[in-house]
């Protein structure tokens, strides 16, 4: 037979991210700044080796049953205590759920809130799977003009003109791709946009609490007054990406909705991983854990940019992340980046061109996605020193 699938089903951007891994994946000695994957050495396996020991052996039943729809109860518990007692979030009138990652999120929410046509707001820049789920729904995702603090407000409210809008997508810290952190005073300005506009916003925060440099900056749902928040969080990039845990946190009237589609979709969250989080929860202290986190990628990132300011071209610029696992790396205006991005990949090392995170489908542009996480100190030195001097070739000292 042939099955009739919409044309929303399969739109997507292009896979830049897998394509530089896999032409990379054959190659010996290729250094891949590419894959956005957490660092390996800080996860912490022997916590989650015991954890599963504990679990499997002492009363293997509370893992082979269904668990609640709604997730593990303990884990909920944890999870809100740390929302309201570290992050300020105030629990009146929210829900809690616990989803597979916060990925999962990015297709419940514009799934469960978008009709064809409505416009979903984020930075033009942004994570992938944030821009196709929102495309998947035959809704449109509309790419807003950003600055070195994130994205405008007067652009967004510009764009909000169109009398379409449903929501605004942010990542407010450490901004996949671009690794940019908004302040507070422009947290508030976008805030008083969506409120002058009825809109809600979708804070997609997994990198929230790998902060490494600068101070805290208070999260869209801790000043949430209007209950026009939902906030999304994860375990992968503290714990363990394998995992598969992350959750959300707003209004009870949506997210209570969120999760009957959730469970039409998946039924029960699996309770194997749920409580192997929650029995490292009990078991170690989440702000030690989180602190070895921070140290290892501050590590590579001051590797990645003391060898960039050593051998990269002035007239290139890199954004400097005070958390979280992603650089920006811009090239002047003259310079013809298809031509570089292959100079690169000739030299065995992988970037992601910023076509991969355009959401109004912007060709390549000037900008190029580098993530710290996953080579070590060595390689990371050595990858930048060859990306440098490529610099310095394609646009001058
Ligand atoms: C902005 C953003 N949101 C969500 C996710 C998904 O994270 P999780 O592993 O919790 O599903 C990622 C992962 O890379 C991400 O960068």
Redesign the pocket.
């Known amino acids: 037979m042939s099955f009739s699938i919409p044309e929303r089903s399969t739109l997507k951007g292009p896979n830049f991210i897998r394509a530089v891994f896999e032409r990379g994946a054959g190659i010996p000695g290729f250094i891949s700044f590419g894959i ?1 994957n957490p660092a390996p050495e800080a996860i912490p396996v022997k916590a989650i080796q015991d954890a599963f020991d504990k679990l499997v052996h002492e009363n293997p039943m509370l893992l082979l049953q269904y668990g609640p729809m709604q997730g593990d109860a303990h884990l909920a518990e944890q999870t809100l205590h740390r929302l309201v007692n570290t992050h300020h979030m105030n629990p009146d009138g929210q829900s809690l759920l616990i989803s ?5 999120l ?1 297709g419940l929410v514009p799934r469960t809130v978008c009709e064809p046509g409505d416009e979903v707001y984020m930075d033009a820049y942004t ?1 992938t ?2 821009i196709n789920a929102v495309r998947n729904t035959g809704a449109i995702a509309k790419g807003i003009a950003m600055d070195e603090f994130g994205m405008i407000p007067e652009a967004l409210d510009e764009a909000v003109k169109s009398g379409k809008g449903k929501y605004v997508y942010l ?1 407010p810290n450490f901004q ?1 791709p671009t690794g940019i952190t908004m302040p507070l005073e422009r947290r508030k300005a976008i805030y008083e946009v969506a409120s002058k506009h009825d809109l809600f916003i979708y804070e ?1 925060d ?2 929230g609490e790998i902060r490494f440099a600068g101070d805290y900056v208070p999260t869209f749902k801790s000043f949430d007054t209007e209950n026009r928040v939902l906030y ?1 969080g ?4 503290t714990l363990s ?1 394998g995992l ?1 845990v ?1 959750f959300m946190f707003g209004p009870k009237e949506v997210v209570d909705v969120i999760q009957v589609l959730k469970n039409n979709c998946d039924g029960q969250m699996p309770l194997v991983t749920q409580r192997v989080v929650s029995t490292v929860l009990d078991n170690v202290s989440y702000d030690e854990q989180i602190e070895e986190v921070r140290r290892v990628y501050k590590m590579k990132w001051d590797a990645m940019y003391e060898t960039f300011q050593q051998y990269a071209s002035s007239k290139v610029h890199i954004t400097v992340p005070t958390g979280g696992m992603f650089a920006w790396m811009t090239m002047p205006e003259d310079v013809d980046c298809d031509a570089f991005f292959e100079a690169c990949m000739e030299h065995k090392v992988g970037i992601v061109p910023s076509g991969a995170f355009a959401a109004d489908g912007i060709p390549n542009g000037r900008a190029f996605r580098l993530s710290y996480t996953v080579p070590t100190v060595e390689t990371i030195k050595e990858g930048m020193k060859i990306l440098g001097e490529l610099t310095v070739q394609f646009c001058g000292k």
Do not use: E, T
């Open positions: 956005g597979v990652g916060a990925g999962q990015l994570f799977s944030g990542i996949n997609d997994p990198y999304a994860s375990y992968s990039k990406a598969r992350g």
